[in-house]
Each structure stands twice: as structure tokens, then as C-alpha cells.
């Protein structure tokens, strides 16, 4: 399942983002890799444990608490700090899976099942650069505007290809779900987008709307590992 969820940053925020980004120390991309991805990954990170990223990443995550749409699709159970990337011209991360298991500070360790990015350049400022995901319809290629961000299993083969104009700035982050399985926040997802639509068109009345709720909960419930 893939979600685009729009201006989850405003362009106030991403003008904040970039020119903090600018003045801060990038390292190599590959030191976050694992032993096989880091073979095809070619990309600049901000350090994970610098203050800038640790600040970005707060906002961001303030922002996600606040955005139903991420919450309705992702379910998290715990979000992983976002980290900050950057593709100039030439570079490129070949096709991989992200690591199941993501260690944070403290050691504390996280299943991996949400993945997401927040696109900090808009498509217009540079070419390449596309998200490609594989799922069951095929390849999506993704090249949002900067400030919204794409939702998809950590599961999913993809790739970023490569640059060739300008430069591609995005923050990236995982989410350990209180539902494992994507298929059932699939289900989930449409239960609760569907019990919305019925809401706004016929208001918070009646028995037929009481049972999708119900439902809805009871497999949360049912499915949900905390």
C-alpha cells in the first residue's frame, strides 16, 4: 500500500529545512547501509546524532502525531528519529529492502515496517531522482512535491534513480507498526477511510455506522501487537 499524504511540511517549514541543511556537515550515505545496499548506495546523510538532525527530526515528528492520514495508514507503534539525505548529479541507491531490524540510541531495537519520505526539493529543480517502488501492481515511481511525503512497506523492493540535474533533498524514516502485516493495513486502512466518507456525508447517527466502527476496532484489536 502506498499513500501520499500532501504538505505534511508547509513551505515555510521546508525553506527552515533547506537552510539548515545548507550550513550543516553531510557525510557519506553509505555508513548507514547494511554490508549489501551499501554496494549500490551512493547518496550524503546528515549524521543521525548531529543537533541539527536530532532538531529537523522532532518537528517532524510533531507534525506526524498531528496528520490523521499517516496515523490511519502507518498505525505506528513507535517512529524511528528521521533522518536527512541528498542526491546531487551522478549519485543514485540502487535497488534494495530496507533492514528489518533498525537499532536506535540506547540500543533499543525496532522492526521496520513503514517506510516514508519526505521530499524537501520540488521535482521542477532537478531531474531523475525517482522513488521506485515495486508492489503488486508493478513499478510506482514517485517525485513529489517538497513538503508532502510517500508512505509504503518497508518490505518493498525499490530504488532512487540516479540524479541528472540538480539536487534531491528528502528526510526518510521508519515505523514500527502495531499491525505487522501490510495487507491488513490495507484492510485497515480502507475500513477507516470508508467509516470518514460515511461520517461526512451522513453524520455520527446510526446503527449501520455504529457496526463499521466496531469493526473496525475489533480487528485492531484483534490484529494489533503492542
Request: hydrophobic share 40%; no cysteine.
Amino acid at each position: 500500500m502506498l499513500i501520499h499524504v500532501p504538505n505534511i511540511l508547509s513551505a515555510e517549514d521546508v525553506a527552515q529545512f533547506r537552510h539548515a541543511l545548507e550550513t550543516s556537515q553531510w557525510a557519506d550515505g553509505r555508513l548507514t547501509a547494511g554490508d549489501l545496499a551499501a554496494q549500490s548506495k551512493h547518496n550524503l546523510q546528515i549524521p543521525a546524532d548531529s543537533e541539527i538532525a536530532q532538531r529537523l527530526g522532532e518537528h517532524i515528528l510533531r507534525a506526524l502525531a498531528r496528520n490523521d492520514l499517516y496515523n490511519a495508514a502507518a498505525l505506528p507503534l513507535r517512529v524511528l528519529p528521521p533522518m536527512f539525505n541528498r542526491y546531487d548529479t551522478g549519485m543514485t541507491f540502487g535497488a534494495h529492502t530496507d533492514n528489518a531490524i533498525r537499532t536506535v540510541a540506547g540500543g533499543a531495537r525496532l522492526r521496520a515496517d513503514v517506510s516514508t519520505t519526505i521530499f524537501l526539493t520540488d521535482p521542477e529543480a532537478y531531474d531523475g531522482g525517482e522513488l521506485v517502488i515495486e508492489d503488486t501492481f508493478g513499478q510506482q515511481r514517485v517525485k513529489l512535491p517538497a513538503g508532502d511525503m510517500i508512505v509504503y512497506p518497508s518490505s518493498s523492493l525499490h530504488h532512487v534513480t540516479p540524479v541528472t540535474r540538480g539536487s534531491r533533498w528528502a528526510s526518510f524514516f521508519w515505523a514500527q507498526s502495531m499491525v505487522r502485516e501490510d495487507d491488513k493495513r490495507a484492510m485497515l486502512y480502507n475500513l477507516d477511510t470508508a467509516i470518514r466518507q460515511m461520517r461526512a456525508t451522513y453524520g455520527d447517527e446510526g446503527e449501520a455506522l455504529q457496526r463499521f466502527v466496531s469493526h473496525y476496532h475489533n480487528l485492531v484489536r484483534l490484529w494489533a501487537e503492542l
